[in-house]
């Protein structure tokens, strides 16, 4: 399972950003769908997943701010991200548990920079 992730780039504060992350490979079906990020010299942190069924969960600091969003044709998971702050600023990574004919597994994009400037 590969995951191809785009959308990163440099925004002003209060502007907006929308990520990709499109999965490939063999898969069955995909559980779970999420975004991670992580700033320079802090550890990685869920900012927000997806379940199959809809379900979703948001850290604190992004709630109210950040919409994700999954097509499941396409095996794709969406962040928009509104008002964006310096704070967000951090590489934003994908991931899914997914499961194939070799298993479940947890599967990671390579990654992709956001930079919010004030």
């Known amino acids: 399972v590969q995951l191809q992730a785009s959308g990163g780039g440099l925004v002003q504060a209060g502007g907006s950003l929308r990520l990709s992350c499109a999965a490939s490979?063999?898969?069955?079906?995909?559980?779970?769908m999420g975004w991670h990020r992580q700033a320079p010299g802090k550890e990685r942190e869920l900012v927000a997943d997806?379940?199959?069924?809809?379900?979703?969960y948001y850290a604190d600091s992004v709630k109210g701010r950040f919409t994700i969003s999954r097509d499941h044709a396409k095996n794709t998971v969406y962040l928009q991200m509104n008002s964006l702050e310096p704070e967000d600023t951090a590489v934003y990574y994908c991931?899914?548990?997914?499961?194939?004919?070799?298993?479940?597994?947890?599967?990671w994009g390579q990654g992709t920079q956001v930079t919010v400037s004030s």
């Open positions: 991931s899914a548990d997914a499961n194939t004919r070799r298993g479940t597994g947890d599967y």
């Open positions: 490979g063999s898969i069955f079906n995909i559980s779970l």
């Open positions: 997806i379940t199959d069924d809809g379900s979703t």
